[in-house]
């Protein structure tokens, strides 16, 4: 019933082929409950690599997409960050100055925007509930209407730049799961983790990210959620998470800018340049 329900209130997100994998070829279907993508993977190839460089990544301006820079600049990190905490569980990040075994870039392909109008009245009625009825373990659905969505594609090349794992991910918010943010990238921001948990866990494990019982997050990823320093010094490039301060700014419907500071301002990863139009399978490495 609930995942009728979460399917039945949920954002559309295109899945899109932007350009910018070194190839296409060969991808299969890996849809989740909620998500769509296209994976390839070489497991054997993914699994003997023992390090990784993890690229900034990239979201251009689109005529398409509302987001203003520093919104889509805050999404495109998120994503990073994500990618590097979780990453860390199984491989060593290095910086853009070392060499790795692999690299990683993600490109955000398109997000639709989150009505903050809509997310502002469904933050509303959950007050108004808690008000009105305390203590009862009742769920408020979002309004299911003004609802974001991401869609991001990736890959992670070895040192001669073939590619040994890609990625086209697409995911809209729905009205169980994603809390409502009064901000025009309040959504996007939020599957940018999603996103950054799925294709780790394709690299990671050289398997589809979908199915299965999904996976306690290590003990030692904990305090770096809450704030604190990440388990390699590369990792600091994109930021720390906001902590405390943004689960309080999440649960109050707060914008992400409010609450999460960014990347630094020189980041030791550089960003590939942005994909170019019309690029096929056999378009020359970003990077």
Known sequence: MGA??????????????????????????????????????????????????IASTVF???????????ERRLVANAISRELCLRLSERFRIVSSDDDADLTVQATVTHAAPTSPTASGASKALSIAKTVALPGVPVPVPRLPVGLGSLSVEAEARDFAGFQKAAMVWARGANSLTNSPRVANEGDAYDLAADFGTDFAKLVTTGESPFGGIPALPPMDSIPVRFGGAPKYVACEAFGRFPGITGFAGQGLGLPPAWTDSGAKESPANNAAPPPVSGANSEQALTQ
């Not at 251009?60 to 520093?70: G, I, Y």
């Open 60 to 70: 251009p301006a689109r005529t398409d997409v509302v987001l203003n820079e520093k």
């Open 4 to 53: 009728a329900l979460a399917l039945g209130g949920c954002a559309t997100a295109p899945l899109e082929q932007a350009g910018s994998l070194r190839s296409y070829d060969r991808m299969s279907e890996a849809n989740g409950l909620v998500t769509r993508s296209k994976i390839r993977v070489n497991k054997q190839d993914v699994l003997a690599a023992k390090t990784i460089r």
